[in-house]
């Protein structure tokens, strides 16, 4: 819906997703998310470094250089709160894998859509439901799901000036409005400045 909404206003958007941003994502995200098999935390980390390191050279750092607009569904904040909060890796380990993956590179603007757990169990619940493909993140526990949450809003509160957390509780056209309200200003700035 966000990159619809800024099409439409002529901004040149490529929209992406972690883990699967690239062919070679895709077929990480497979073998991690869809496998029966047991992965081991550190494979796990891993696997989603891999990913990223091959999503911000051959993705996202083009994108970027081309003067065009990324928005992803996921980076690097997620490894800190799945492999670092839910997992229970050392922030310091988590913070040197997420810097080799990335080089560094950082998102100007962090949208976190903030759900209370059981309303994210809930709806993982009805996607199952309806059919929907189940992955094997979708199974965790709440409180599995509760320390994911609690480290996104840690970060949150840490990095302020990039970080907007969003109440993903309603429906899903008060979210859009309020995420145009953010988007919007912070994309026309940032226009600006390249002018």
Do not use: W
């Not at 077929?27 to 998310?33: C, S």
């Not at 380990?93 to 309303?119: C, H, Q, R």
Request: glycine share 8%.
């Amino acid at each position: 819906m966000l990159a619809g909404a800024l099409r439409q206003r002529s901004v040149d958007v490529i929209t992406t997703c972690e883990p699967g941003g690239t062919p070679l994502g895709r077929r990480l995200r497979e073998a991690f998310l869809e496998t029966e098999e047991t992965v081991a935390p550190r494979a796990e980390l891993l696997l989603f470094a891999a990913d990223r390191a091959q999503h911000v050279e051959f993705l996202i750092k083009p994108a970027l250089a081309a003067g065009r607009t990324v928005i992803s569904d996921r980076y690097a904040d997620a490894t800190f709160a799945y492999q670092g909060a839910g997992r229970g890796f050392p922030s310091a380990v988590v913070d040197d894998v997420i810097k080799l993956a990335t080089g560094g590179l950082k998102p100007d603007l962090t949208l976190f859509f903030d759900i209370s757990v059981e309303n994210a169990l809930n709806r993982m619940r009805s996607r199952k439901e309806t059919g929907e493909q189940v992955n094997r993140m979708d199974v965790e526990t709440a409180e599995f799901y509760s320390l994911v949450r609690d480290a996104y809003l840690q970060v949150a509160e840490l990095e302020k000036g990039r970080f907007r957390v969003i109440d993903a509780n309603g429906p899903i056209e008060k979210i859009q409005t309020e995420v145009l309200g953010l988007v919007l200003p912070f994309v026309s700035s940032a226009a600006d400045k390249a002018a």
